[in-house]
Structures are given as C-alpha cells and as structure tokens.
C-alpha cells in the first residue's frame, strides 16, 4: 500500500546527497573498446596529415582529441592496447618515407619501438583519467588540472622517446606539426616541448567539456575559446639583428643516394655545375650540402684544387661543404670551411643515425637482418667539436640532417653565439616523400624557435632561406639545380626557448608524472566513512 501523507518519507545513507548518488561513474569507459580501437587506429593517420606534406595543421587537435577519447575509463591493459594502436597507425604512416631506402622491415621496427612509447604514454593517461577525478572534484581539477597532466604526460613520452635509445627518435613530436600555424611563434617561448603541451592541454580541455554531463553549453566553451585566442596573441619573442651576411646555397640535384649507380666524383662535379651560376656575384659564403662532395678535399688532391678554384672564382669566398673524412682509423660526417685553399675549421657530426650511419650493438642486431644490416658497412663516429664555426667575423651554427632534431645541439649552438643557422642535409635516399617536408618544417621551427634567419640546402631538396620569423625568403624547386642567393640578417639575443627549454621540459615532465603518483596513491587510500 503506498504511503500516506502522514507517514515519514523514505530514510537516506547518512553522508549521501541526491546529487551525489545521481553523479556518474567517472571511471566508466564512454566508447566501448572495440570501437575505442577503431577510432585509435583512425586517429594516426588523422594526425599524420596536421603534418606535412599535408600539412592540414588543425587536424592535429582532431587526431590528439581521437586518443584521448579513446584512452577516458579504460583500465591499465585496455590503455596499452589501445595506445599501442594509435601509435603503430601514426608511426606506419608518418615514417612510411623509410620504406623508399631502408625497406619494410626497419620501417616496421621503429614503428613498433615508438608504438611502444605511445603504449605506455597512453596507459598512464588513462590512469590518470581514472584517478584524478576522484582524488580531486572540483571544476577546477576536472577542466584545468586533469587536462594538463594529461597534457604534461603525453609531452614526458615524447621527451623520454627524443633521446632513448640510442639517441632517441624525435619526429613525430606534435609541435612540429604547427611549423605554418598561428601557434609556431610560441615555440620561441616555450620550445618544442613546451609547444606540445599547449597543443595537447587545450585538445584535453575540450574533450574533458564534450565528455562531461551537462558541460556541453555554448558558455562553456568561453574558457577554452579565450585560452585559445590569448596563445594566438602572443608574438614570437623578438631578437635582435647584428649585421648581415651575404649567402650563397647551392643544391647540385646529383646522384647523392646510398644505392644510386655513380662514379667517383659524380657529385663533386654536378655541384660545381650548379655553383657556375653563382661565379660573379659578391659573397661573403658558399655552402654546399651535406655530402656536398662525394670526394674528401683533406685527402683527394683534385677535389681540393676544383673547391680552391671555385672559391677563387667567388672573390676568395670561403666554402662550406660536407664530405666524409677518414682520420685516425675513423669515419666521420664531417661539415668543411675551405679558404685560401686549406682547411680553416670544421664540424663533426655529433649523433651519427643508428642503423643508418653506424650499427649500434652490432653483434645483437646484425643476426635478425643480415643482408640488410650487412650493407652498412662504414661505421661513423660521434664527433666532439662544437658546432659553431667563424667565418669572417660571423658566427654561423652547423647542422648535419638529422642534428636539426636535436634540442640540446641546438641550444649549445645558439649558446655559443650563432648569428645563423646552416643546415646542410642529403635527402636522396628519400626520393620525392614528405620526409622532405617533414625535415623542412623541422627546420623551420628552429628558426622561429631560435630567433635565427636558417639556411637549409640539400642535395636534392628541399632547399630554403627561411627568415627568423619563419617565412620562406627563396626557395630551390625539388630534385632540380639551382642556387640561393640572399643577404640575411645576423642576429642577436637568446630566446627563453633556448634559456630555459630544458627546464620548461622537465617541469612539465616532473608535473605530470608526480601528479598521476599523488593520484594513485591518493585513489587506492580506503575512504573514511562518516
């Protein structure tokens, strides 16, 4: 019989509200994990293409936003399967370039090693979308403090994977995906890393507002709208110019790949070719890429004589060029300054490519490809020379392809006092892919990140002069000779990105991971009843 009006109405669990019981379960996963996995593997390529050669730079956020929501309520296990997933998709596509030279099995291999990485990023995110909720309830901790840990963690496996193993794998890094977005001016600031943070922290904020029970409100989405536009209000911190220097860049187009049939010589002589067009102007520097010439000018007279020659033609300019040297039983990829007909400085290049240049642990590996591994005969040494070189009074930094990823190089480069940066790379074995965009964009975002006009010549392509702000200043089409030919503007004056990029990284590093360790352990600490 129901009750009365005079009966007393029906008792409550001391100590829980109506709304409280009316709350939903956090921890509970709101994508099933089959469809949880789909959306993962989708999301790789949907990130790939924030990059170039695609370059759609606001799918970027789409494909950060497509992990995490397939990462919220999942358990530890299910978050490492599904991170692996979103990893491997990414990987596979944004590394498929490494099929052209190396073939299907290295590609598959790294790919592999980084999903492995994005795996146990993507538990820890997990974790924390279980933990933090219920550690921490307030707004604030929901829409603010969840969304930079997580933030803080995806930026802590990429800075773990930049440098581990064996000197680390540092493309893919979503910073670099914003090299002609509105967003690049803050990598000056804050750094690669730190960039990746805002881009990630800014995604998790809008996804913790569409997964959140009656958040979803047009106000809501004022705070994130105005974080947005006070990110994109902020300049690139400017430096100062000190001179200028005229610069000459030549991309010879010769037969520069590992595999390609040539003859000793072959690509000394296409770059001459292609610097004839340079003879008669006035400048105060002529830099050939790395590889520049296929024949080292330290132990081949004729190569020395032809390079003395040019440089004459040039009004005695001094020439940069990079070579392989072979000194004390030791091969080196080494960056040359020629003038007067010797060698006045160079730069070795200090982290060779594993399984590129040089076989790291050759004995362990060697057995699981041997034909392939077995090509890889020349085994490069790590150089120990600064990378800076004077030239005529002007300060420039040396990079040697793969060194432009380095953040640590690059910042001791500008700490030694770099007014410019050359960047010389071969690209050849690359053929036509986007990794050539890829390096570019890298490329870009040191300028803009180190306050410094850049210079970055390749065999083949792609070849630029990109000012300090990051826009092109002239280009070299694409597998075709050609020269650049440019007063640029020395610079002056350190970034807080290169101040202090090290340390905005392990802040964020240090913040991320002792928060998910407070969250833990604060989420297994049995509850006090009342």
């Known amino acids: 019989m129901p009750p009365s009006d005079s009966q007393p109405p029906p008792r409550r669990l001391k100590g829980v509200s109506r709304s409280r019981r009316r709350t939903p379960d956090r921890s509970r996963p709101p994508i099933p994990l089959i469809a949880a996995i789909i959306i993962a593997a989708a999301a790789g390529p949907v990130l790939d293409a924030g990059f170039p050669d695609k370059n759609v730079w606001p799918l970027t956020f789409v494909g950060i936003a497509m992990i995490l929501a397939s990462l919220i309520g999942r358990k530890a296990g299910t978050g490492l399967l599904v ?46 979308y279980r933990w933090i909720p219920h550690v921490w309830t307030s707004s604030v901790a929901q829409f603010a403090f969840l969304p930079a840990v997580v933030a803080a963690l995806w930026t802590a496996r990429e800075a773990i994977a930049n440098v581990w193993p064996y000197g680390g794998f540092a493309w893919g890094r979503v910073s670099l995906s914003q090299s002609q977005s509105p967003f690049a001016d803050l990598v000056s600031w804050l750094g690669l890393s730190g960039l990746s943070f805002v881009l990630v922290f800014l995604t998790a904020v809008i996804v913790q507002l569409l997964i959140t029970p009656g958040a979803l409100r047009l106000s809501a989405f004022a705070v994130p709208a105005a974080l947005i536009a006070c990110v994109l209000a902020v300049p690139a911190w400017p430096t100062q110019q000190n001179g200028s220097s005229t610069i000459a860049a030549v991309q ?8 390609d049939e040539r003859e000793p010589g072959d690509i000394l002589i296409s770059q001459l070719k292609a610097s004839q067009d340079v003879v008669g102007h006035s400048i105060d520097l002529l830099v050939w ?14 190569s020395a004589v032809a390079l003395n020659l ?56 060697e057995p699981f490809a041997p034909d392939l591994l077995g090509l890889i005969q020349r085994e490069y040494t790590p150089g120990t020379r600064d990378s800076v070189m004077n030239v005529d009074g002007m300060i420039a930094g040396i990079s040697i392809c793969f060194d432009i990823v380095d953040d640590a190089l690059v910042r ?21 892919t986007d990794e050539n965009q890829q390096q570019l964009a890298i490329a870009r975002m040191r300028a803009i990140e180190t306050g410094r006009a850049l210079v970055n010549i390749s065999t083949v392509g792609e070849s630029q002069m990109i000012a ?21 503007p020395l610079m002056k004056g350190t970034t807080p990105a290169v101040a202090l990029g090290a340390q905005i990284e392990l802040i964020i590093v240090v913040l991320g991971l002792s928060a998910l360790v407070a969250a833990g352990t604060g989420a297994r600490r049995p509850r006090k009843r009342r």
């Open 252 to 259: 010879g187009n010769g037969k520069a790949g590992y595999f």
């Open 468 to 488: 300090p702000d990051g826009t092109t200043i002239q280009e070299i089409p694409s597998h075709e000779p050609g020269y650049l030919l440019q007063t640029l």
């Open 310 to 365: 040019l440089s004459e033609s040039l009004g005695r300019a001094p020439i940069l060029t990079g070579t392989i040297t072979h000194r004390d039983g030791n091969y080196y990829n080494t960056s040359l300054l020629l003038q007067d007909g010797r060698v006045v400085d160079y730069y070795d290049k200090v982290h060779p490519v594993p399984f590129g240049e040089y076989v790291p642990d050759r004995d362990f590996w």
């Open 412 to 432: 001791d480069t500008i700490d030694r006092g770099a007014q410019v940066i050359i960047a010389q790379t071969n690209n050849a074995d690359f053929g036509r």
């Open 83 to 128: 991170g692996f997933v979103a990893g491997l998709s990414f990987y596979l596509t944004h590394i498929f370039w490494a099929t052209l030279y190396l073939g299907a099995i290295p590609w598959l291999a790294l790919s592999t090693l980084e999903s492995v990485f994005f795996a146990l990023g993507g538990m820890l995110i997990t974790l924390a």
């Open 289 to 302: 890429p790395e590889n520049g010439t296929d024949l080292d000018p330290t132990r081949d007279s004729a």
